[in-house]
């Protein structure tokens, strides 16, 4: 009864137009999995690091109910670096680098006390890999959610694309959904997609919100209008993190419930932009989160009277 997170951990270098980040500690998989331990203990974690990736920072998280058991520790390579420049709206952002390092060559291996998992996060990595995964699992997962970027539909479509066909959700942002579906408007790009594999979609939209379609249904989730956002780096994976992680915790897989777990991974990604890295992440409490579901209630609610 567990849910299983696959994706990157790394080391990231951060520009914004306000600051400037030293290497510090990121990769989809850190986010998500800080992110979901919110709601759910039973997580295990499948990833690769080199002998430079702090050993701390795998028990913070060890400490917080996530296994480590199929995390590969490469001591003489060196983790996955990224680094990434925002432009003045926060919400774009330009690649600086990427070095796959340890990732370049990652073969997962699922441990065998991970095979009873009834969700599986696969967080943004190299498709091949996420494929690996989903094949060495015995029986499929309740529910597949699956994050990607654009990085990988320019040097890996083919490999993407088979992955589509075996997954339950697809979240990218909306750049991405245009780039996968060759479709400006989203409500067509959504069709397209759909029609690759994954039955549910969810298009991020950065600051302006969240969609989540599945076959004729569409549902929004805005983004909590925020005073100061310092580094919206891993906001996406915080909200991967979320969604999942109520998913896994309600073990509902409903549209309906499914729209409740967007409003919840929006609620975690607005507080992720609140600091650089992880940082915020780290000293939520539940009163923090609670408290954070309910602006987002009263963000959308209103009454109204027909004539
Ligand atoms: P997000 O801001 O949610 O898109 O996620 C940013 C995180 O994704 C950073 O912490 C990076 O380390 C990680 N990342 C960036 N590019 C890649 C990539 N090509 N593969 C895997 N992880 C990546």
């Known amino acids: 009864m567990s849910l ?14 306000f600051g400037k980040s030293d290497r510090i500690i990121g990769g989809a998989a850190t986010y998500i999995a800080w992110s979901a331990s919110n709601f759910t203990k039973s997580i295990k974690q499948i990833s690769v690091v080199g002998g430079d990736f702090p050993k701390e920072e795998l028990q913070a998280l060890e400490q917080r109910g996530v296994s480590m058991e199929g995390v590969q520790i490469k001591e003489d390579e060196k983790s996955f670096f990224w680094s990434g420049k925002y432009h003045m709206d926060m919400n774009t952002r330009d690649t600086l680098e990427t070095q796959l390092n340890v990732l370049a060559n990652f073969q997962p291996v699922v441990p065998q006390s991970f095979q009873d998992c009834e969700f599986l996060m696969l967080g943004n990595l190299v498709p091949a890999v996420q494929m690996s995964v989903i094949e060495q699992l015995k029986h ?10 654009n990085f990988w539909m320019e040097v890996a479509l083919d490999d993407l ?23 400006f408007s989203l409500v067509k790009a959504a069709k397209i997609i759909m029609k690759m594999g994954p039955q ?16 004729d249904n569409v549902f929004f989730a805005p983004a909590l209008p ?21 998913i ?33 992440l780290r000293t939520l409490t539940k009163k923090d989160i609670d408290y954070r579901i309910v602006q987002f209630q009263e963000l ?7 004539v």
Not at 168 to 182: I, K, P
């Open 300 to 306: 959308v609610n209103f009454d109204i009277e027909l």
């Open 248 to 280: 896994a915790r309600t073990k509902d897989v409903s549209f309906d419930n499914m729209k409740t777990a967007i409003i919840v991974g929006s609620a975690m990604a607005s507080f992720c932009v609140e600091k650089f890295g992880t940082e915020r």
């Open 226 to 246: 925020l005073e100061d956002v310092f580094d919206p780096t891993g906001a996406g994976d915080t909200f991967a993190g979320g969604f999942i992680g109520h």
């Open 200 to 215: 549910y979609l969810i298009i991020k939209k950065g600051e302006h919100g969240a969609l989540l379609f599945h076959k």
């Open 161 to 183: 694309k088979k992955v589509l066909k075996k997954v339950d959700v697809l979240l990218v942002n909306d750049s991405e959904a245009r780039e996968l579906s060759h479709e």
């Open 4 to 17: 299983i997170v696959v994706g990157s951990m790394a080391f990231d270098a951060i520009e914004t137009p």
């Open 140 to 149: 499929r997962p309740k529910l597949v959610v699956m994050d990607t970027m």
